[in-house]
């Protein structure tokens, strides 16, 4: 069952579902919650992933900055967004996200795994401007909807991967 706002906002309440959040009545939307751009970094450098992760290689990320008027151009090309929010996901529930549709219609969209059972952190996902001309976003820019899907029971094993408690 993927959770409405009236859930969302008790688990947040009473469960700190989400916090780091910049307004809580524009976020919370009917079916998920908005997601928004604390930091965006370009990649320097190549990655390496192999099946057991004892090879794993994460490229080196530079954060870009933010103009005076906390807006940032963004050419075409593939950036890392780490997001304001905080998310604490339950053992019987994940969580997915999606492009918000504005960011689709400027030529650019998001790219994310799935938030796994027991994921706690801030949130680091795929940024693509595809538009030709780029883009540009305004700091803490909302650019992604998460929606909370409840599993049927908690699970066995929870997540414990290196990601967990990412600020």
Same mark, same amino acid.
């Given at each position: %069952?993927?959770?409405?706002?009236?859930?969302?906002?008790?688990?947040?309440?009473?469960?700190?579902?989400?916090?780091?959040?910049?307004?809580?009545?524009?976020?919370?939307?009917?079916?998920?919650?908005?997601?928004?751009?604390?930091?965006? %970094?370009?990649?320097?450098?190549?990655?390496?992933?192999?099946?057991?992760?004892?090879?794993?290689?994460?490229?080196?990320?530079?954060?870009?900055?933010?103009?005076?008027?906390?807006?940032?151009?963004?050419?075409?090309?593939?950036?890392?967004? #780490? #997001?304001?929010?905080?998310?604490?996901?339950?053992?019987?529930?994940?969580?997915? $996200?999606? #492009?918000?549709?504005?960011?689709?219609? %400027?030529? $650019?969209?998001?790219?994310?795994?799935?938030?796994? $059972?027991?994921?706690?952190?801030?949130?680091?996902?795929?940024?693509?401007?595809?538009?030709?001309?780029?883009?540009?976003?305004?700091?803490?820019?909302?650019?992604?909807?998460?929606?909370?899907?409840?599993?049927?029971?908690?699970?066995?094993?929870?997540?414990?991967?290196?990601?967990?408690?990412?600020?």
């Amino acid at each position: %069952m993927i959770l409405n706002d009236k859930a969302i906002r008790l688990l947040i309440r009473d469960n700190r579902l989400v916090e780091g959040y910049i307004d809580l009545e524009k976020q919370l939307q009917p079916n998920g919650f908005d997601l928004t751009m604390k930091e965006i %970094m370009s990649f320097d450098g190549p990655g390496q992933l192999d099946f057991s992760n004892a090879e794993r290689k994460i490229p080196f990320a530079k954060p870009m900055d933010f103009s005076s008027t906390g807006w940032i151009s963004l050419k075409p090309g593939a950036y890392l967004v #780490t #997001t304001n929010e905080y998310v604490r996901i339950p053992k019987d529930m994940i969580a997915l $996200a999606y #492009t918000r549709t504005s960011l689709l219609r %400027m030529g $650019a969209f998001t790219a994310h795994g799935v938030w796994d $059972a027991g994921f706690e952190g801030r949130s680091q996902f795929l940024l693509y401007v595809q538009n030709p001309h780029g883009i540009k976003l305004k700091k803490n820019a909302r650019v992604a909807q998460m929606i909370f899907i409840q599993l049927g029971d908690e699970v066995e094993k929870e997540y414990q991967g290196v990601y967990k408690k990412l600020i």
